[in-house]
């Protein structure tokens, strides 16, 4: 990821603000707060390297049970390592688990992953008894072809796991469930993929090198921090790349249960909308460009989308003869650079970024740098960004509800 | 679709208020607008009965170009219907249009439909440029399996039609874009699907019956212009069903191109949010409960998703015992009823719409509602709903960088 445009504007507040590079201070003087530290847990990457390699090679198709955080990451990483063998089931949608059930003859070359970091989400529990019967209806046994991620603590699916001998992942319990995609969650995606766990490691730890931090990390928490203090209402994360596209409904969680706080004593958190270029410049854009609600626009950019060499070789409208002899790519690619110059015009505050490749690599930094932001971001807030008081009564009202 | 709970603050403005029956005069006093009157073009319904009839039998496999009001409502009713021979296709990332061609070892039963209301969407364009190219290779002439949806005037689209012998489906020339879902484009759609043309209309014309006004109709827009009235900034759209979510896609292109507008005298559009439900009650419920940004929330749900008859025969775990007994499917329903409730909790504005079925009718009314409620905000706000001078800028920009 590297910055190749920037441009904001500059608000002075009375109140005493924090730099960037005090944010991350305050940020890592948590000793509470893990995620960032999940790079140097080499057991961690050791244990899923290993039970992951041999999962991996026992199934040809997985289905990954999770919600939240836990399906979120994993769903985003499918979509853009673009592989089709990995299903992420997530609601507890009847019409969804059997359209699920079939699509395969028979579960007998499927292998299953059930997450959640506490081990008690209803959602997950309900499709684990699910697909429990539907096996059994084959005479398999779920255990035999499952691996589970959750914390290492007692807990009906970390009980469920340990009784019937399923392998176990661990979420460590100072990661909270929206930070973990770089514990053995997306750990095992990239395992399931059969690619390169180092280099999702060393994606993760780049964005903590001292050149990435200044030339990156810095410039974009600090236009995001420009945003709050303007008051504004929303930020537009655009993607230029279908397949990229579900990285910004990952981002959507992390920003809007970490910052989404009553509890700020100077800013409310904007409202984060993924938004998919070119398709949404014919749908949402006019209410970007028109509204009076103040907003951040941020341009993702992907090499593999723009600069790709299938041509055509005759073009047949004079709309299209401007494609003649040159990449049916470029479209995409001036789509998105028309984005960037008009919010120029406008005078909108607009960050573009780019990505040379969209790989185990880029994904480990990517997540690493939106986590490290909005961590950064809660403590310019003066807020506790890994808690989410907002949907307790939600749950507890689902508790009183369901037990009627 | 019948209201069965809404609860809002109301609020009392300096300026005469206009009410909804009122709105929905100034609406139908504008001439130059058809598309509430398209349920009774006779001719437009039995041209779409006639040669969709014979696409749909002549192809096994369909692909669906456009993008924008020409592809979201597609979408969303492929969605919806749960039928999976249809694929839409929007953007023009080369990689999204490689993995189509992958997907088919031949395109011989493959019927195409391109959508372009104004005949000069470049993206549309290039794709067609694309799959000429690529039938090509198989000696197919893509003209001999194409369906055109266009307006009846010269443009690039509609003369490659007409010069090539491809059937043309028309979009009346005043239907907006966005306001097309219920002319030739949604009337293909069902044609495709085999389902009941008819139901459709029908379900389309209802939402215009007086009993329906009073209970549906009126206070769903009454319900908006409050909240607009207090200045929210966010409107989020639950829905429960995994099937029925892009429902939401669909509504927020309809709203944010045509009520965000600057020229309103009085009230700022809110931005609108598709949201699905259980899911995003573990990813953006926080932001939602507990910013203090103003906000509006509408709950969709649907029988199909609620009351389905399977059932676990044994649950293994204390969360889960609460199913035992129960259809699975309880669980999303006790979910979506838990949202509202919640919002009542809080006192947050709620909106609570209930489906009996999701089928032609349903969504005929669906589009037809939401279409006319966005119509009577717009006259609500003194603002042009039909317009979207905000997209032109990026356009414009598009159209210099791509002759550079």
């Known amino acids: 990821?590297?910055?190749?445009?920037?441009?904001?504007?500059?608000?002075?507040?009375?109140?005493?603000?924090?730099?960037?590079?005090?944010?991350?201070?305050?940020?890592?003087?948590?000793?509470?707060?893990?995620?960032?530290?999940?790079?140097?847990?080499?057991?961690?990457?050791?244990?899923?390297?290993?039970?992951?390699?041999?999962?991996?090679?026992?199934?040809?198709?997985?289905?990954?049970?999770?919600?939240?955080?836990?399906?979120?990451?994993?769903?985003?990483?499918?979509?853009?390592?673009?592989?089709?063998?990995?299903?992420?089931?997530?609601?507890?949608?009847?019409?969804?688990?059997?359209?699920?059930?079939?699509?395969?003859?028979?579960?007998?070359?499927?292998?299953?992953?059930?997450?959640?970091?506490?081990?008690?989400?209803?959602?997950?529990?309900?499709?684990?008894?699910?697909?429990?019967?539907?096996?059994?209806?084959?005479?398999?046994?779920?255990?035999?072809?499952?691996?589970?991620?959750?914390?290492?603590?007692?807990?009906?699916?970390?009980?469920?796991?340990?009784?019937?001998?399923?392998?176990?992942?661990?979420?460590?319990?100072?990661?909270g469930g929206r930070f973990s995609v770089l514990s053995s969650i997306g750990q095992l995606v990239i395992k399931l993929c059969k690619l390169n766990l180092g280099e999702f490691r060393h994606g993760a730890e780049?964005?903590?090198?001292?050149?990435?931090?200044?030339?990156?990390?810095?410039?974009?928490?600090?236009?995001?921090?420009?945003?709050?203090?303007?008051?504004?209402?929303?930020?537009?994360?655009w993607y230029y790349s279908d397949s990229a596209f579900l990285l910004g409904k990952w981002l959507e969680q992390l920003w809007a249960e970490s910052l989404a706080k009553r509890e700020s004593p100077l800013y409310v958190a904007t409202a984060p909308i993924a938004s998919l270029g070119a398709n949404d410049q014919h749908s949402i854009l006019q209410q970007m460009m028109e509204t009076q609600l103040g907003k951040t626009v941020v341009v993702h950019r992907f090499k593999s989308s723009e600069e790709h060499d299938y041509q055509l070789k005759t073009t047949q409208f004079p709309e299209t003869s401007v494609l003649k002899n040159r990449p049916l790519s470029h479209l995409l690619k001036i789509e998105a650079q028309a984005m960037t110059e008009s919010q120029k015009e406008s005078k909108n505050p607009v960050c573009e970024i780019k990505f040379d490749k969209l790989d185990e690599f880029a994904l480990g930094q990517y997540f690493m740098t939106y986590q490290l932001i909005v961590g950064m971001m809660g403590e310019f807030m003066q807020i506790d960004a890994f808690n989410q008081p907002g949907v307790e009564l939600g749950k507890i009202i689902t508790k009183k509800l369901l037990t009627q």
Request: aromatic share 12%.
């Open 206 to 237: 780049s964005a903590l090198k001292t050149e990435y931090k200044e030339r990156t990390l810095f410039p974009m928490a600090q236009f995001f921090m420009e945003s709050f203090k303007r008051k504004d209402v929303l930020s537009y994360f």
């Open 1 to 175: 990821m590297q910055i190749s445009y920037i441009s904001t504007q500059t608000t002075t507040a009375s109140n005493a603000q924090l730099t960037p590079p005090q944010c991350l201070d305050k940020l890592m003087d948590r000793k509470e707060i893990g995620f960032y530290k999940l790079t140097e847990m080499n057991n961690l990457w050791s244990q899923t390297e290993q039970i992951g390699e041999t999962f991996a090679n026992k199934f040809k198709h997985f289905i990954w049970v999770g919600i939240g955080g836990s399906s979120l990451g994993p769903k985003a990483m499918v979509g853009a390592l673009k592989v089709n063998h990995i299903q992420v089931l997530e609601n507890p949608d009847i019409q969804t688990l059997l359209a699920a059930k079939k699509k395969f003859p028979s579960f007998k070359n499927v292998g299953f992953v059930f997450v959640s970091k506490s081990g008690t989400t209803i959602e997950t529990l309900a499709t684990l008894d699910f697909f429990s019967q539907e096996l059994a209806t084959e005479n398999l046994q779920l255990k035999n072809q499952t691996v589970v991620i959750t914390e290492l603590k007692a807990s009906s699916l970390y009980d469920w796991a340990k009784t019937n001998g399923a392998p176990i992942l661990e979420i460590p319990l100072n990661v």
